[in-house]
């Protein structure tokens, strides 16, 4: 049974850095393509960033490429996302999420159940 569970998030100041973490159950890190997405209030969820299972390739929305570095710790089960250079629209829920098929374009099928990042300005 796969469980994801975000950390990390926070309030910090436009240009600040943080780093979220998911912590992920055994295996699952080595068993399936691994994503960040968010979703800010009245907005639809969107993707953020990917990487993929076995080559661990990695994908980013053009809004954070440059910025937010997506990278995994398969020994931890963690997953994690560096964000430098916030920026206030960057403000949503943070979700990791794992699937099987494309790393990029999902579905993804099993998701955590988010944290908070807020940048204020």
């Known amino acids: 049974h796969v469980q994801l569970v975000e950390s990390g998030g926070g309030l910090v100041q436009a240009g600040d850095s943080l780093r979220l973490s998911c912590a992920a159950s055994r295996d699952t890190l080595s068993s399936y393509h691994m994503g960040w997405f968010r979703q800010a209030p009245g907005k639809e969820r969107e993707f953020v960033a990917a990487?993929?299972?076995?080559?661990?390739?990695?994908y980013y929305a053009d809004s954070v490429k440059g910025r937010f570095t997506i990278s995994r710790d398969n020994a931890e089960n963690t997953l994690y996302l560096q964000m430098n250079s916030l920026k206030p629209e960057d403000t949503a829920v943070y979700y990791c999420a794992a699937g099987s098929r494309n790393p990029y374009s999902g579905p993804y099928d099993y998701w955590g159940p988010g944290t908070q990042v807020t940048v204020s300005s």
């Open positions: 990487i993929s299972r076995i080559a661990g390739r990695t």
